[in-house]
T-cell receptor, first 109, second 116 residues
């Protein structure tokens, strides 16, 4: 079966750095997405990785290792507004998106 | 700012009611999706429409009936639902639904459905 694993919940301090991991086992790979979802709101697109390596976008970076079936989302200089759920999704060989259950990130002052 | 809108935002219905959820996208996309989101579970893809044609139906019970009159509008008709159908229903759109390149999906804010 296909599976995406990410931690259920993480806690971090304002101003710090946090890394949210995502591991996947899918039938094929055609890209990995990260989304942010604030409570009661729409998931919003953060990043897309299809090649190995690090993609940086301001305070957020996303890393991919296809050989290890592994990605992480790195958030720097955390702000209170970063409190949200972070969803990892992988596009499989049929171009279907397989979703993780999301990681709820709690930021403390 | 979101280019995908959904109405209503909240809906409470009895098991014998019939209601409809509406989604509209203003992004010029050709693919639209319905997802179910339950607490602490992955997003469940329900239906996909590509250029107004249904291309995916992930074994969804017949009490959920989608309708896509054009590339900008998507409906989900609900009838005789069960309490376990209570969830957040999300609509999304993407450029062409092929999955090629990034073909990123953009989501609406969802309809929080409660079935009594």
């Amino acid at each position: 079966g296909q599976n995406i694993d990410q931690p259920t919940e993480m806690t971090a301090t304002e101003g710090a750095i946090v890394q949210i991991n995502c591991t996947y086992q899918t039938s094929g790979f055609n890209g990995l997405f990260w989304y942010q979802q604030h409570a009661g709101e729409a998931p919003t697109f953060l990043s897309y990785n299809v090649l190995d390596g690090l993609e940086e976008k301001g305070r957020f970076s996303s890393f991919l290792s296809r050989s290890k079936g592994y990605s992480y989302l790195l958030l720097k200089e955390l702000q209170m507004k970063d409190s949200a759920s972070y969803l990892c999704a992988v596009r499989d060989s049929n171009y279907q998106l397989i979703w993780g259950a999301g990681t709820k990130l709690i930021i403390k002052p | 700012e979101t280019g995908v809108t959904q109405t209503p935002r909240h809906l409470v219905m009895g098991m014998t009611n019939k209601k409809s959820l509406k989604c509209e996208q203003h992004l010029g996309h050709n693919a639209m999706y319905w997802y179910k989101q339950s607490a602490k579970k992955p997003l469940e893809l329900m239906f996909v429409y590509n250029f107004k044609e249904q291309t995916e139906n992930n074994s969804v019970p017949s009490r959920f009936s989608p309708e896509c009159p054009n590339s900008s509008h998507l409906f989900l008709h609900l009838h005789t639902l069960q309490p376990e159908d209570s969830a957040l229903y999300l609509c999304a759109s993407s450029q062409d639904g092929s999955g090629g390149g990034t073909d990123t999906q953009y989501f609406g804010p969802g309809t929080r459905l409660t079935v009594l």
